[in-house]
């Protein structure tokens, strides 16, 4: 996990201070954070996925670009995340537009994955329907195999790679005693300048 060090965007250091609190106390992946994206019909749809990168641009994870929420990306680039920790108490809202990054940052980051994961990934066709999962296992072993006996490296397909999500609002929740809850929002102003309220919990 990558916390770039010169980050300026003030509700970003905030949510990297309570990311850094959940590392600091190894809370179960504590980097797991919600994705929703919304299909042509505007139907939601949403899943977890891991949190690789923060920075001032905004919040990075890896997928498959072929997969469901991939093909509901390319459609409508409007997206939502949620992160919530029990222990903290606290909890996350972005909502924002994603992007593909660069396929160099995106090389950089596959490269530094297992072998197995790299291969795994080239296999899988993330959100179609599969025959049989024994057939996919053996594929990969057998794939993983072969990189290991040409002592090969695998490059990345094309459809994997790293998403960058841009906020344009963040909202960071406090629990408080009997309702009393904490909502801090900061939004995007035209000028590219953030703004911050509270919100009734
Ligand atoms: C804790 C957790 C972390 C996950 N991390 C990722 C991830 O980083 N990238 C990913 O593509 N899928 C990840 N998954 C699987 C996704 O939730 C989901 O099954 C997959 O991306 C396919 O979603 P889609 O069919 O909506 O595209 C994770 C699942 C869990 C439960």
């Not at 909502?95 to 072998?115: H, M, P, V």
């Not at 995007?188 to 300048?193: E, I």
Request: aromatic residues 10%; hydrophobic residues 35%.
């Amino acid at each position: 996990m990558l916390f770039h060090s010169d980050i300026t965007v003030e509700p970003i250091l905030r949510v990297v201070e309570i990311l850094n609190k959940a590392m600091t106390l190894n809370l179960v992946d504590w980097n797991a954070m919600n994705i929703a994206t919304v299909n042509v019909d505007g139907s939601p749809s949403s899943r977890m996925v891991l949190l690789k990168k923060v920075d001032d641009r905004g919040f990075v994870f890896y997928s498959n670009f072929n997969s469901r929420k991939g093909k509901e990306i390319e459609k409508n680039n409007s997206v939502a995340l949620n992160f919530w920790w029990r222990e903290l108490k606290e909890q996350i809202r972005v909502e924002g537009k994603i992007e593909r990054l660069s396929a160099e940052e995106s090389d950089e980051y596959f490269n530094s994955r297992a072998l197995q994961s790299r291969v795994a990934a080239i296999v899988s066709k993330q959100s179609e329907k599969i025959e049989s999962y024994e057939k996919l296992n053996q594929e990969i072993e057998e794939m993983t195999k072969s990189f290991e006996d040409k002592g090969e490296e695998p490059e990345r397909p094309e459809h994997c790679g790293l998403y960058l999500i841009v906020p344009s609002s963040i909202e960071i929740w406090k629990e408080g005693d009997y309702r009393t809850h904490l909502r801090e929002k900061f939004t995007l102003t035209s000028k590219n300048t953030w703004e911050s309220c509270f919100l009734s919990p």
